[in-house]
């Protein structure tokens, strides 16, 4: 990895890991960790990782990075794929829904994701909080959902789920 890749990586460990409200107190944490940058490299960071400030539970804000990969370069793909690995729990299947449990905060971002898919067998999501519900269509079988969901969800959490998805 190279020294941006290096440093794309910690933002993401450190924003997954603290509730950091200001770009300051990020560059505290990086500094922390023997990583030094200039305000201005950090706001190109944190735009490159498609971060956006939510209101907290305590009435303040924090940085939450979008986990829907649309960012163009490789690096923030990679880190994308970070945020996927830390913010979804888990995936199963009731009925004609897959529910997929997220990270408080980031079941907008894969819902995203899902209807980035395009595909005819989801026929749309919807975000709480922390749990993505998705509309499967009537034609979809529970494998054919399992293969497309496999491109968002990391593979650990589709193993763990899979006895949801037999048909």
């Known amino acids: 990895m190279n020294k941006?890749?290096?440093?794309?990586?910690?933002?993401?460990k450190l924003l997954l890991n603290n509730s950091i409200g200001s770009q300051e107190e990020l560059m505290a944490l990086l500094e922390a960790n023997d990583c030094v940058?200039?305000?201005?490299?950090l706001s190109r960071?944190?735009?490159?990782?498609r971060t956006s400030k939510v209101a907290t539970e305590l009435g303040g804000y924090r940085y939450e990075i979008a986990a829907n990969g649309t960012a163009a370069d490789e690096v923030a793909a990679q880190a994308m794929d970070s945020v996927r690995q830390a913010a979804i729990i888990s995936v199963a299947f009731s009925g004609r829904q897959a529910v997929i449990k997220t990270r408080n905060g980031y079941a907008g971002g894969v819902a995203y994701d899902i209807d980035e898919l395009s595909s005819p067998l989801i026929l749309g999501t919807i975000a709480g909080a922390d749990t993505v519900?998705?509309?499967v269509a009537d034609n979809a079988t529970r494998s054919q959902i399992y293969e497309l969901l496999s491109e968002i969800i990391p593979a650990n959490v589709m193993r763990e789920g899979s006895k949801y998805f037999i048909d």
């Open 4 to 12: 941006r890749q290096s440093r794309l990586a910690l933002i993401v």
């Open 37 to 41: 940058v200039t305000q201005a490299t």
């Open 45 to 49: 960071d944190l735009k490159t990782l």
């Open 133 to 135: 519900f998705v509309a």
